[in-house]
């Protein structure tokens, strides 16, 4: 009946770029989940073909990367956009850990550090997916990235989860005494920004 057979066609689809994308034929598999999102858009598999799409789309970026990094950006913002539209909670514990790895990865691309974070941060809640040494490159390249950005608060909030997590590590000793720098600095960048604001008062009321 047509019935089952649209139910066919819609698994038979869904399971094609999926495969494709296990297989790493990420540009096949990104066009078929297209088509399969296009046509079942209401599917219970929708979830799950949005994971994968990002999941395509993301590769596919880190392939583009490597020629080059501006034709890559679009890619990782479209992988971002297709992670975004799945709900985790209709993923598999595995699928919800690997969507926030490379979540973040697309946002750091992006240059939005901030949404990187967010997107590790919860990622670094699967302990019993993500190793220690890669857990704690990470927060250093989040830490190092934000001090460069002349971001003391969010710099030192990752320094301090260095030493606190990972307090046998190399970078602990120096994340604990860069924690206490960024705090300074932060201190120092607060005050600045108030003395600013307290003469652009005096500047106003004169």
Do not use: C
């Not at 080059?68 to 909670?89: G, Q």
């Not at 990865?105 to 590790?120: C, G, M, P, Q």
């Amino acid at each position: 009946s047509y019935p089952a057979s649209k139910e066919y066609l819609e698994k038979v689809m869904f399971h094609k770029g999926v495969l494709q994308a296990r297989i790493k034929k990420y540009p096949d598999s990104m066009n078929s989940l297209k088509i399969f999102l296009l046509k079942f858009p209401d599917s219970s598999f929708s979830d799950e073909a949005y994971y994968w799409l990002g999941y395509s789309t993301s590769y596919h970026a880190e392939f583009l990367r490597s020629k080059s990094k501006e034709v890559a950006l679009p890619e990782f913002e479209a992988s971002a956009m297709h992670f975004v539209k799945s709900n985790p909670k209709s993923l598999s514990q595995n699928q919800q850990f690997e969507r926030l790895h490379l979540l973040g990865r697309a946002w750091w691309f992006l240059e939005d550090i901030t949404k990187a974070a967010e997107a590790w941060e919860k990622y670094f809640e699967y302990t019993n997916f993500i190793s220690q040494e890669k857990a704690l490159s990470l927060k250093f390249q989040l830490a190092t990235r934000f001090q460069r950005d002349k971001n003391y608060s969010k710099a030192e909030k990752w320094y301090a989860r260095i030493s606190k997590d990972h307090p046998d590590s190399e970078l602990s000793s120096s994340s604990s005494f860069w924690r206490a720098e960024m705090a300074y600095a932060k201190a120092v960048q607060k005050e600045k920004t108030t003395v600013l604001d307290s003469n652009y008062v005096k500047v106003l009321v004169s």
